[in-house]
């Protein structure tokens, strides 16, 4: 009888959800060929490019993800967008079984009146841009002197806090300092952050509100209503807590910033006529009110990009089988919702289930990567070219900064192709001219 074929398994998305099913994948099934693909040139999803540049001690799970590479039987495939340079069904031909762990990278729309007037911002390009993604530009908007700020989940306080700090706070950051001196010579003078849900209720965790208070020069108030959380959970009354330390602070005359909070506040309209000027809201009561803004942050959540693969398939199933040989997980799956450890546990589910659906298959041959077009494979930027790019960017780095990232995905092409320390040279030049 011949022997089953090795399993190809490919995993669309280098995030920490594509990374903890590689890794669970390798240990279960150590003789399959397992391949993340990943649209752009750099591994690692929002780790590299949403958490935020100051919370660095979150980006070293990337070292975890190291290792996996580095010990072998996984394979990163950057520089390949699947809808675009391959298409789902080809990939799900030339392999036994396909994950999708592609992530969301749409902001929930901000559905009121005048949500598309000038300075109405969103919290994922912003985000991106922070961390240097090469889809965004590499100057922040005009934020003005007064920037409201929708939502009060740890994405809007990242925002709230990016917004706070002075350079020097940003020590030991991988901040881009071009774009943060930029931001620094017009920076805002107040912050509203706004949320639809009581601070009972509100998404931020409590440490990402005490956090707040560690950045000197910051006066902090309140709407005087929020609840006093007597019967609220354990973390409700900690983030209730965080609040009122926070504007129990003595206030300094010299603040450079005003932070308000309001909860229990839901938008009704941006106001304006070339460019934002108010937001009103409505309060739990009832009640119309106003607040002045020179920018307006909206930070509600994330979505997927309408069927951004091409499948026409739907993918809201209870589990991650979404059809036989493909599968979804992690933010993709779930929505935007859980921190890098709830992919983990998701991420073991599905292999579970991938594990034993593939027991009950009998696998035809697959040629796996090898089967995809040669045009793609060259084009392809692997794990050791990550990590000349790697180096590049923690090299000559100021004594305040851990990494200087490389924005433009030209540069970082060649870069990654630059095959002598002349050719690396040129590369870097080439950015700082751009
Ligand atoms: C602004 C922000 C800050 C955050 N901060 C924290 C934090 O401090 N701590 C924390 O624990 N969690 C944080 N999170 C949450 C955390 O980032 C997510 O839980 C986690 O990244 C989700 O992992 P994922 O792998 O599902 O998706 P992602 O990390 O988004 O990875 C998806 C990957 O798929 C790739 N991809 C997408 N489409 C394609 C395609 N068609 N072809 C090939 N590749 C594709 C993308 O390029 C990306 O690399 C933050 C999230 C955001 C948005």
């Known amino acids: 009888m011949s022997e089953s074929p090795r399993p190809q398994i490919a995993i669309v998305g280098s995030g920490p959800s594509g990374s903890y099913v590689a890794g669970a994948l390798r ?65 799900r031909s030339a392999f036994h079984v396909v994950v999708l762990a592609t ?47 929708i939502g009060a989940g740890n994405v809007a306080i990242d925002i709230a806090r990016l917004l706070l700090k002075t350079s020097a706070d940003f020590h030991g950051s991988d901040v881009d300092d071009a774009m943060l001196d930029g931001y620094l010579r017009n920076p805002v003078r107040s912050i509203d952050v706004v949320s639809r849900s009581p601070l009972v209720d509100a998404k931020a965790d409590a440490a990402m509100l005490r956090e707040l208070g560690t950045i000197g020069g910051v006066n902090f108030s309140a709407s005087s209503d929020h609840e006093s959380g007597d019967d609220a959970s354990p973390e409700a009354r900690r983030r209730i807590a965080a609040v009122d330390e926070l504007i129990a602070r003595p206030k300094d005359d010299d603040a450079r910033v005003d932070v308000h909070f309001s909860f229990g506040a839901t938008p009704v309209s941006i106001n304006g006529d070339d460019r934002v000027r108010s937001v009103t809201f409505r309060d739990s009561h009832g009640r119309s009110f106003e607040i002045i803004a020179s920018s307006v942050i909206s930070a509600i959540g994330f979505v997927p990009r309408a069927d951004a693969l091409g499948t026409g398939l739907s993918f809201e199933t209870a589990t991650g089988r979404l059809a036989e040989g493909l599968y979804g997980t992690g933010w993709f799956h779930r929505g935007a919702v859980g921190a890098i450890p709830e992919n983990r546990a998701d991420a073991l589910r599905v292999v579970d289930e991938l594990v034993a659906d593939l027991g009950e298959r009998s696998l035809p041959l697959r040629a796996g990567y090898s089967a995809l077009p040669a045009d793609v494979r060259e084009n392809a930027v692997d794990y050791s070219d990550w990590l000349r790019l790697d180096t590049v960017e923690r090299t000559g780095v100021s004594e305040s900064r851990i990494r200087k990232k490389i924005r433009d995905r030209a540069t970082i092409t060649s870069l990654v192709r630059a095959s002598s320390s002349h050719d690396l040279e040129s590369s870097i030049n080439t950015e700082e001219c751009s």
């Open 27 to 91: 240990r279960r099934l150590p003789l399959a060929e397992i391949v993340i693909f990943d649209r752009l040139c750099t591994p690692f999803g929002l780790v590299r490019y949403g958490v935020a540049p100051d919370h660095q001690h979150t980006k070293t799970i990337t070292r975890q993800f190291e290792r996996m590479y580095l010990e072998g039987g996984v394979r990163f495939a950057g520089n390949i967008e699947i809808g675009q340079d391959v298409t789902l069904d080809q990939l």
């Open 103 to 149: 992530g969301l990278d749409a902001d929930r729309p901000l559905s009121i009146p005048g949500a598309d007037l000038p300075g109405v911002l969103r919290a994922g390009p912003l985000t991106r841009a922070f961390n240097s993604h090469p889809d965004e530009p590499a100057a922040l908007p005009e934020f003005g002197d007064h920037a409201v700020v």
